[in-house]
């Protein structure tokens, strides 16, 4: 039986029997998943959790990448975003070193360069040489949370040109929505989306791998 792993952020991180990761591994036939996103994490994060599965020999048989916006920061084991709650436990210093870089540090021209520059070489020179079925698409289209289309197009595998979170905001009019950093989420608790929602978003995954 065919191994499948979900590679991202909250978008792909609910392993609940609605979400769409599980319904997409009922449809194609896969063991259960091992690997699902990681709330709050950047694109660096799961580069590192991948290149570590490709070092070990442990890639599954069907890589399904949903990619983040670039306006997150890399940190091993902290989620350090524009407005993060600070965490009981965790040195007050370092979110008040976070505050500070965000007013006097960040630059958005160069996240989205460095974003785009890495992902390309990602997609170009890793994900192409990897012996997976390689699924991409976007939890947040390149840069729709500044308003912007970026307008990057992905080479390897089967690539969704489509945002999860305009997805996820379609429909449902009366829903409540829940701010977070630079974009509201709407707060239903499985990928952010409706039982529903994620049934058709496995059924579009599922079509477009045919």
């Known amino acids: 039986m065919k191994t499948i792993g979900f590679f991202g952020d909250s ?15 009922e449809k194609l036939g896969c063991s259960r ?14 580069f590192f959790r991948y290149n570590q599965l490709i070092k070990e020999d442990r890639v599954p048989d069907i890589s399904v990448f949903c990619w983040t916006e ?8 902290h989620i350090l975003t524009a407005n993060t709650e600070p965490l009981e436990g965790v040195d007050p210093k370092m979110y008040e070193a976070l505050d500070q870089y965000w007013i ?10 460095a ?5 390309k070489h990602y997609d170009q020179n ?39 979170l305009a997805f996820s905001k379609s429909g449902d009019k009366d829903t409540s929505w829940k701010s977070s950093g630079r974009v509201n989420l709407c707060d ?3 990928n952010h989306m409706t039982p529903e929602q994620n049934q058709q978003w496995a059924d579009k995954v599922f079509s477009k791998m045919q």
């Open 126 to 164: 890793i994900l192409s040489k990897v012996d997976s079925e390689i699924v991409q698409m976007w939890s947040f289209r390149p840069f729709e949370t500044a308003g912007k289309d970026a307008g990057i197009k992905l080479t390897t595998g089967t690539f969704i040109d489509e945002s999860m």
């Open 70 to 77: 670039p306006y997150r920061l890399y940190h091993p084991r």
């Open 104 to 113: 006097h540090l960040h630059n958005y021209d160069k996240d989205e360069m």
């Open 115 to 119: 974003y785009e520059y890495a992902l």
């Open 11 to 25: 978008f792909c991180a609910s392993n609940q029997p609605e979400s769409w990761c599980n319904i997409l591994q």
């Open 188 to 190: 239903r608790g499985i």
């Open 33 to 46: 998943p091992r690997w699902f996103g990681e709330p709050g994490r950047s694109i660096w994060s799961v």
